[in-house]
């Protein structure tokens, strides 16, 4: 057989990375603000507001589950780091009749994933790989593969881990491969792949690129993938319960598999754990994963407490972010009807939405033959949702839309709000002195250079001074609301008008005022 020809420059490109380097990890001691105030929920009486939702949510869930046929569904609620609700209906086993409970094991399929992208982060931190570093630093036979264009840059790690590295969507061929040896794998990949896509250009779903991310943290670690995610991973989390062999479930404890067909249930044929298990193989329970969940809600907000976890909560939050672009759904409705469009990205194994009202969420859907589920949580509300069905490619995302929604409207949750700092409300009070007639502004400090070249002083003291006139006596400066710690808006009340005051700071120490706008409000 014809060998395939690279071309020369890949051919150099791939020498140049042939030679390992050492993986260092250069961060250098941080210091820090003593003074920096981390973001809160303001109603403390937040989690008794949303116990007395969880009857609505079970009535969401079980609706779900009887109107779209699924044999059992388990699903749990996380809140502040807690598994505060957790239920189940039907059965893991129909013909014996095996109820659902918190404790049943379901396969996850591809919410596997952040699992192995965490792992990454975590060899990532301590020095052992880059993220930036080309696959097949890691992975020999990649050096052979043939690229689509002369310029494509070799597929990195992070490639894989975003599904930006080219690989053509395949599911539900990969579903399939699952029980897939190592062996299988290497030989796969010594074979020759097709790419779609040159690596780094643009987003497609690819099971295989988690299967080479298996082979790498196994090459990384010195253990198969399996163990060292049990070790580095589920065993900190307390997550004792979570498995990746079938066989090694306890039979009252396994969620059996099934497809709709013919009006009957038919049972689905499980797949051995394998090498493909990094991409979808994980079981777990609704009670184990709660804690994985709560992990990743105990990243929110940074601050300077001592790390816990098994992994740094910069790390839990890097994975949640937006890393490559998915879609864009003008047309995004909520399950109640609300229109209301959504972005959506992935992050290092999670995929990653923020709709048109600033609400992020960050989750996984997972589907194999026999089963679905899904988990979101919101960073920002400091809540979540996961659910379990044994049919194949149980769709979860409609009624997990629902229940958080439901929780925020009926518990009227909101989402921390961000402290004022120090010199924010310093900086608010320095202008109330001086509105409406900016008396003594050329003797003050509190302005950056460019703030009266972008505007003179004429003219904003016109402009204020006639605002000030439409709101006649003023009658309360409200509050500052901080969007960050150098940005924030309050009002001015007047008898006749209110004025919105909007201002920001520059990054100096001290941090100065950059830009001012007034506006006049409704009252």
Request: glycine content about 8%.
């Amino acid at each position: 057989m014809k060998k395939h020809l690279l071309p020369l420059a890949l051919v150099l490109a791939s020498t140049a990375y042939s030679q390992p380097r050492p993986a260092t990890n250069d961060r250098l001691p941080l210091t820090y603000s003593t003074t920096y105030q981390t973001p809160v929920f303001a109603d403390s009486q937040r989690l008794e507001k949303i116990r007395k939702v969880f009857p609505i949510i079970d009535s969401l869930y079980r609706s779900h589950a009887v109107k779209n046929r699924f044999p059992g569904i388990a699903f749990g609620v996380v809140v502040d780091g807690q598994l505060v609700h957790a239920g189940g209906f039907g059965y893991t086993d129909v013909a014996k009749k095996t109820a659902v409970t918190p404790k049943s094991l379901f396969r996850i399929a591809s919410m596997s994933k952040s699992v192995t992208t965490m792992a990454i982060l975590k060899l990532r931190d301590e020095g052992k790989l880059r993220l930036d570093d080309p696959a097949n630093r890691y992975i020999p036979e990649l050096k052979k593969l043939p690229y689509l264009t002369a310029d494509s840059p070799l597929i990195t790690v992070r490639h894989l881990m975003t599904h930006s590295a080219g690989f053509p969507e395949d599911n539900p061929w990969g579903d399939r491969q699952l029980d897939d040896s190592p062996a299988d794998l290497t030989n796969l990949i010594a074979g020759g792949l097709s790419l779609s896509n040159v690596p780094g250009v643009t987003y497609e779903y690819s099971n295989l690129g988690f299967a080479m991310l298996g082979a790498i943290i196994t090459k990384v670690s010195g253990k198969p993938y399996q163990q060292y995610i049990n070790d580095a991973i589920f065993k900190p989390l307390g997550m004792t319960h979570t498995v990746w062999e079938y066989a090694n479930v306890p039979a009252d404890q396994l969620a059996h598999g099934y497809r709709w067909l013919d009006n009957a249930w038919q049972e689905e044929s499980l797949l051995h754990d394998g090498s493909y298990g990094a991409m979808g193989g994980l079981i777990t329970s609704i009670e184990d994963f709660g804690k994985y969940m709560a992990f990743h809600e105990s990243a929110w907000p940074p601050r300077s407490n001592a790390e816990t976890g098994p992994v740094k909560r910069s790390s839990v939050r890097e994975m949640q972010q937006p890393w490559t672009f998915n879609n864009l759904s003008a047309s995004f409705k909520y399950p109640s009807g609300r229109a209301c469009p959504m972005v959506s990205s992935y992050g290092y194994g999670l995929r990653w939405s923020r709709d048109c009202e600033g609400r992020v969420y960050v989750g996984h859907t997972g589907g194999l033959p026999g089963f679905g589920s899904q988990w979101w949580i919101m960073p920002d509300y400091g809540i979540g949702v996961v659910a379990y069905g044994n049919l194949t490619y149980a769709g979860m995302a409609p009624v997990n839309w629902t229940v958080l929604d439901t929780l925020i409207t009926t518990a009227g949750l909101k989402p921390r709000s961000v402290p004022v700092s120090n010199i924010l409300a310093q900086r608010k009070a320095e202008l109330v002195q001086l509105l409406p007639n900016w008396t003594n502004t050329a003797q003050n400090t509190i302005f950056a250079e460019n703030f009266f070249p972008d505007q003179s002083l004429e003219n904003r003291r016109k402009v204020v001074q006639q605002l000030y006139a439409k709101a006649g006596k003023i009658v309360r400066v409200g509050d500052l609301v901080a969007e960050n710690q150098l940005r924030g808006r309050f009002l001015i009340e007047g008898e006749k008008a209110t004025i919105d005051v909007f201002f920001t700071l520059t990054p100096e120490i001290p941090a100065r005022i950059q830009q001012l706008d007034f506006k006049e409000v409704s009252n």
